[in-house]
């Protein structure tokens, strides 16, 4: 015979249906479209309920993103487990894209979170997740191979934005698996100019 449920748990069950419900209809809708009336009546809960947890349909989407970017994180981390700073950083980044390119979180995190959230806030959310993936990976390398120049915190927003872009390129393009291939290989020869400059095609012509 089970137990009946503590308040607390009843409380958590009814939060991570209201998010369930959210992610679905806000993936599938967008922020704007979305009504709280059918989030509510997917997760089945009350008005009530959808209120004793969020302030109002703006914070639910935040709690939603955060979820987000928490699991682009956890894709990067689970697939990045290697000594090469390098490829730890090449494969990152492709595992960032391989998260990014699945509609739902390309439509939540990439596109509606920095018009609906702000730049400021969506930042803050990104900034213990990706943000902060990318981080060690720049310091990873920085360590391996120093560059003249290039400090950590400016070359990591440098390429939080440049990897940004280059989902979104991908998510647009007619033909979604060439875009892919090409983009990879653009990022990850310029991760390697950028960080082990030696590697050139010259400096290899000359060895």
């Not at 709280?36 to 959808?50: C, D, F, P, Q, S």
């Not at 730890?88 to 990439?110: M, N, S």
């Not at 590697?199 to 012509?205: D, G």
Request: proline share 5%; net charge neutral; charged share 30%.
């Amino acid at each position: 015979m089970s137990r009946p449920r503590t308040q607390a748990e009843r409380l958590a069950a009814t939060r991570a249906a209201l998010l369930k419900a959210a992610r679905t209809i806000f993936a599938e809708q967008g922020y704007a479209a979305a009504a709280t009336e059918e989030i509510v009546r997917r997760a089945k809960v009350t008005r009530g309920a959808l209120y004793h947890h969020f302030e109002d349909k703006r914070a639910l989407f935040d709690a939603v993103a955060s979820d987000v970017a928490r699991e682009i994180a956890e894709k990067i981390d689970a697939e990045t487990p290697m000594d090469d700073p390098l490829k730890a950083l090449v494969v990152g980044t492709g595992a960032f894209l391989d998260a990014c390119l699945d509609p739902a979180v390309r439509r939540i995190y990439l596109i509606d979170a920095p018009a609906v959230l702000g730049w400021h806030r969506w930042r803050e959310i990104d900034a213990p997740h990706g943000v902060r993936s990318l981080r060690e990976g720049v310091t990873a390398m920085l360590v391996a191979h120093p560059v003249d120049g290039l400090a950590i915190e400016p070359t990591t927003f440098l390429l939080a934005g440049a990897f940004n872009e280059a989902a979104l390129w991908v998510a647009e393009a007619k033909d979604e698996k060439t875009a892919r291939r090409e983009m990879d290989r653009s990022l990850a020869l310029l991760i390697e100019r950028l960080f082990v400059p030696s590697r050139s095609p010259r400096a290899r012509a000359r060895a």
